[in-house]
């Protein structure tokens, strides 16, 4: 039987770590190994995991890094800590359904599977203007059922792999997607190594969070990998032309369109319209800045 380790992805997740530990204990193989990466959080992500592990009795070790290192290189150091045959990866904030692993584990199966992804479902089914959720355009809210969208971005939030292919392509590029899309760069590397199955029984659920300001702008600053992913794959499903992220550029030209689309819902949602046009200049600054580093034409 293939063995399996769990590495679950944490940055200031005291809130919900325990959740996600939970979870897992009370689910299938609830006797794999889990490891979790806290990236050198401010909270108590550390001593959460650690106290749930020994609630749950689980088989758990936390890897705390003494310096944030972001979730690439966290991750890669957890991998390095583990010599199962399947690596699973879950975000601190997500919720698997109790037959997680035993269905990630069925869908390796067939040998030319090198990796699974999942389905990721939100934990408020009508996310509202200033969720976190709505603003991802990898995720598609205009049907029923997951959030996900198979071949897309790879999100290690539910994704699993075989740790010889995962070693073959040397893991996650920490090192070129720090801020950001080393899932997606993971994911399309991978497929020279085998087909990447998509299990839409592999669920997580992801837990409800806002934005704030500062989440905002800190998240702007992440589409430069975006502009990465299209220089070194050759293209990128968010791009029309030489417009990367056409929707969000609309939004920017266009402000009407951003209460039309979102349909803010409270006096919050609306003082909230300010700062995401905020976001949005700041998004397009950083796409046009590492388009000129990479040497690309991006609009």
């Given amino acids: 039987m293939l063995r399996a380790t769990v590495i679950v992805r944490a940055r200031n997740e005291a809130r919900h770590i325990a959740q996600t530990l939970e979870a897992l204990a009370a689910g299938s193989c609830a006797d794999v190994e889990v490891l979790v990466a806290d990236d050198a959080s401010t909270d108590d992500t550390d001593s959460v995991a650690r106290n749930a592990g020994e609630t749950h009795g689980m088989r758990l070790r936390v890897l705390s890094l003494a310096e944030r290192q972001g979730p690439a290189a966290a991750t890669n150091a957890a991998a390095r800590q583990s010599d199962a045959d399947l690596l699973f990866f879950l975000d601190g904030d997500c919720v698997p359904d109790r037959d997680w692993i035993a269905q990630g584990i069925a869908a390796f199966d067939r040998p030319d599977v090198c990796a699974v992804e999942g389905a990721v ?10 969720n976190r959720v709505p603003l991802n355009p990898f995720y598609n809210l205009t049907r029923r059922g997951p959030l996900s969208v198979p071949g897309t971005d790879y999100a290690t939030g539910n994704f699993a792999v075989r740790r010889a292919a995962f070693e073959a392509v040397g893991g996650f590029n920490a090192k070129r997607y720090a801020r950001g899309r080393e899932d997606t760069d993971l994911g399309l590397r991978l497929r020279a190594h085998g087909a990447i199955a998509y299990n839409p029984l592999m669920r997580v659920t992801h837990q409800e969070e806002y934005w704030t300001f500062r989440d905002l702008l800190r998240n702007a600053r992440r589409y430069e990998a975006d502009v990465r992913i299209l220089k070194d794959h050759g293209d990128f499903i ?5 417009i990367l992220h056409p929707r969000f550029l609309l939004e920017l030209l266009c402000p009407v369109a951003i209460p039309l689309r979102y349909r803010p819902r409270s006096l919050a949602d609306w003082l909230f319209v300010p700062q995401f046009y905020a976001y949005l200049l700041l998004l397009r600054l950083t796409i046009w800045r590492a388009a000129a580093q990479e040497g690309l034409f991006v609009l």
């Fill in 121 to 130: 479902y939100y934990a408020n089914p009508q996310p509202g203007f200033r």
């Fill in 238 to 242: 968010f791009r029309r032309g030489p």
